[in-house]
C-alpha cells in the first residue's frame, strides 16, 4: 500500500484529488494540507510519514516549491508535483528541490494514478524529450554545480556512462539492453552512482549530469 499526502489550495480539486486516489486498492491517502507550512506541519506529525506528496506548485503563504526544498532538505518523502503552469521553468526548479516528477493538472486521472506509482517506486516522471527540452535549457543558466569535479571523478568509466544514459531518460531496462547487460546489473551501478554523489533519485542525477556536463544540452557528451 501506498501512502500519499494531498496539497493544494483549491478544496475542491483537492477533495477530488483525495477521493480519486482513495479509490484505488493499492493507494491510500493520509493527509491533505490547502498550502505549504500546513503541509510540513501535517507530515512532520504523520508517524509513518507518507511515501508520496502529490503537490501543488502555485498557493497563497508557502507555495510548493519552497514546501518541497524543505520538505526534502533531510530523508523525507518523495515529491510528485501538480500544477496548472506549463512552464519549463517550474520542471527544472521542482526536480532541482528533490521532486521526483511533475505533472499537469489537466492530466487524465489514470496518468496522474500511474504517476504517483512511478514516483513512488523511485522512478522518474520525466520522459527524454521533456529530459533535453525542458531541463537542459535550464541547467545552461545554473549556477554553481552540486557536486566537485573531484567528486565526479570517483565514479568509474562505466558508471559515469550509465549516469548519461540515466539522463537522458532511459530506465535501467533500456540502459540493459543498449549495454548488454542485465537489468540487476544497471540496478547495482544506479545504485552504486547515487551513493558516490549523495543523490536521492533518478531527478537529481538528471539535474547534475546537466550541471557538471556529463550530458549537455547539444549532445556533446563530456566522456572524461
Do not use: C, W
Not at 66 to 95: K, N, Q, S
Not at 185 to 199: E, P, Q, S
Amino acid at each position: 500500500m501506498t501512502t500519499v499526502f494531498v496539497v493544494d489550495d483549491q478544496a475542491m480539486v483537492r477533495e477530488s484529488l483525495a477521493a480519486l486516489l482513495d479509490a484505488q486498492p493499492d493507494l491510500a491517502v493520509v493527509g491533505q494540507a490547502a498550502d505549504g507550512a500546513a503541509a510540513l506541519a501535517a507530515i512532520a506529525a504523520l508517524t509513518p510519514p507518507p511515501d508520496v506528496v502529490l503537490m501543488d506548485i502555485r498557493m497563497p503563504g508557502m507555495d510548493g516549491l519552497e514546501a518541497t526544498r524543505r520538505l526534502l532538505a533531510g530523508p523525507g518523502p518523495r515529491v510528485l508535483v501538480l500544477t496548472t503552469f506549463h512552464l519549463d521553468e517550474y520542471v527544472y526548479e521542482a526536480l532541482r528541490a528533490g521532486a521526483g516528477g511533475f505533472l499537469l493538472k489537466d492530466a487524465p486521472a489514470a496518468d496522474l494514478v500511474a504517476a504517483i506509482r512511478v514516483v513512488a517506486a523511485g522512478d522518474a516522471l520525466l520522459s527524454p524529450a521533456v529530459t533535453k527540452r525542458l531541463i537542459a535549457d535550464f541547467v545552461r543558466a545554473a549556477p554553481a554545480p552540486v557536486v566537485t569535479p573531484a567528486v565526479l571523478e570517483s565514479l568509474t568509466e562505466r558508471e559515469s556512462e550509465v549516469l548519461r544514459l540515466i539522463a537522458k531518460g532511459l530506465s535501467n531496462r533500456e540502459i540493459a539492453a543498449g549495454l548488454v547487460l542485465s537489468e540487476q546489473t544497471v540496478k547495482t551501478y544506479v545504485g552504486r552512482i547515487f551513493a558516490k554523489l549523495h543523490l536521492r533519485d533518478r531527478p537529481q542525477a538528471i539535474v547534475l549530469a546537466y550541471e557538471t556536463g556529463i550530458v549537455t544540452p547539444t549532445g556533446a557528451d563530456r566522456t572524461g
